[in-house]
């Protein structure tokens, strides 16, 4: 099948290497000519495994191609995929601007029927909004042409995201025009082979969904983040309660690890405008509010147990972090709790040492050159000079610890553990102080 994707992110991009990974014949438009140029000379702008492989494989035989050319994309295929950013605005809302403009340029070259997908994360309703201005643009014109809008939420992993697509638990797909379902039927059809995965239901419920489903997966995140900061009171272990808890099948051991608070490009502002949404339609949704807020403060743990550690006389330390990313396997710092500590430390006249396998580009993006940061090439470089070592992330570069270089290599003998990565009486035994989350 034909199909034309607007957007080259994190979504346009995964969702149009993996249709054209199956054989569909696809065209990615972006409105920035760098990417696109960058694109089309294989430079993929995100880091994310296995994106960059089948990119470059099914740009070389033809089956993806980028261009600005919005037109020529319109033109291109009936199915016409929406895949461009809904930041929050200052409200905690989704910004539908670059949903609404991509609809307004869809309509304004369209010549016969198409099918409009929101691949985007969008606030429900928005497929109505879509169609309103589509309608408009065609009267504008004088035509009247058949179109249709689906909601087809996106449900992929950072780190994992290529994987997700190609072999997803599920597909959700909200139509509102049954006509809509056997071309949706088709393009999906080669992910189908196992059993049907695509659920069909009414495009609100679809656009629901993907909100729920985060709200849900950050919901038990913070819940354990509540159980650990309440176990450290009372002297239990947030470990042994993550595995009794994990042990009952109606919980299960995902989403149920404590940490530094969650981060990325999707928990943080979908549960903020699910908030929204529901405070829109006269809802309190206190629970998903209390989400939000719980992690807000988890992020601050990290900076509080190095603070209480060295009473409160953080001026002049210099700290090793290991990890920047929000995740491990990707180079996203969106909201990432490595952030809220640097800056905190940084706020407090510390200097930060740190290391993370793929973020360190995006790090210095973010924040420029600066005397108190320096980003380098190891986890050990990280270690030279510092007084203490914080970990924010999960890489699995950082399990097996030498616990002698770190003793030997930091002034004071103390890491902060932002992911419970080791043993505290195997950290202990070396004569390193150990602070993790929700463990004594």
Not at 68 to 74: D, L, S
Not at 142 to 169: I, Q, R
């Amino acid at each position: 099948m034909k199909v034309s994707i607007f957007g080259t992110g994190y979504v346009g991009l995964v969702t149009g290497a993996c249709l054209a990974d199956v054989g569909h014949d696809v065209i990615c438009v972006d409105v920035d000519e760098a990417k696109v140029a960058k694109l089309n000379q294989g430079v993929i702008p995100i880091y994310e495994p296995g994106l960059e492989h089948v990119v470059s494989t099914n740009f070389q035989n033809g089956n993806l191609r980028f261009t600005t050319n919005a037109e020529e994309a319109i033109a291109h295929a009936k199915l016409q995929f929406i895949a461009v950013g809904t930041p929050p605005d200052e409200d905690g809302s989704a910004d539908l601007q670059y949903v609404l403009k991509v609809a307004e340029t869809i309509a304004q070259y369209m010549t016969d029927e198409k099918i409009i997908i929101d691949k985007s994360t969008v606030p429900v309703g928005t497929a109505d909004k879509v169609s309103a201005k589509i309608s408009e643009v065609l009267a504008q014109r004088g035509l009247d042409l058949p179109y249709d809008v689906v909601s087809n939420p996106e449900f992929l992993k950072e780190g994992a995201a290529v994987g997700d697509f190609m072999k997803p638990d599920r597909i959700v797909v909200g139509i509102s025009n049954e006509l809509s379902r056997a071309p949706l039927k088709e393009l999906y059809a080669p992910f189908n082979r196992n059993h049907d995965k695509v659920l069909f239901m009414d495009v609100r419920s679809a656009e629901l969904t993907k909100y729920a489903a985060n709200a849900m997966l950050a919901t038990k995140i913070s819940f354990m983040n509540e159980m650990a900061n309440l176990a450290e009171l009372l002297g239990a272990d947030i470990e042994s309660v993550r595995i009794g808890i994990g042990s009952d099948p109606r919980i299960g051991y995902h989403f149920i690890y404590p940490g530094a608070g969650y981060g990325g490009s999707c928990f943080p502002k979908d549960v903020q405008a699910l908030t929204k949404i529901a405070a829109d339609v006269g809802y309190d949704a206190e629970l998903v509010q209390a989400v939000e807020n719980v992690n807000n403060r988890q992020k601050h743990r990290l900076f509080e147990k190095l603070s209480a550690y060295f009473n409160g006389q953080l001026a002049g330390k210099t700290v090793a972090v290991w990890g920047l990313a929000f995740k491990p396997e990707t180079d996203d710092m969106r909201e990432a709790p490595s952030r809220v500590l640097m800056e905190s430390l940084w706020d407090k006249g510390a200097k930060v040492q740190a290391f993370d396998p793929e973020a360190n580009e995006e790090c210095g993006r973010i924040y420029g050159e600066r005397e108190d940061l320096r980003l380098l090439e190891t986890k050990e470089a990280a270690l030279e000079g510092a007084d203490a070592l914080v970990i924010c992330t999960e890489w699995k570069a950082f399990r097996a610890l030498d616990y002698e270089l770190v003793k030997s290599t930091l002034a004071h003998a103390v890491i902060v553990d932002g992911r419970n990565l080791y043993d505290p009486s195997i950290v202990n035994s070396y004569g390193i102080d150990y602070l993790p989350i929700g463990r004594s």
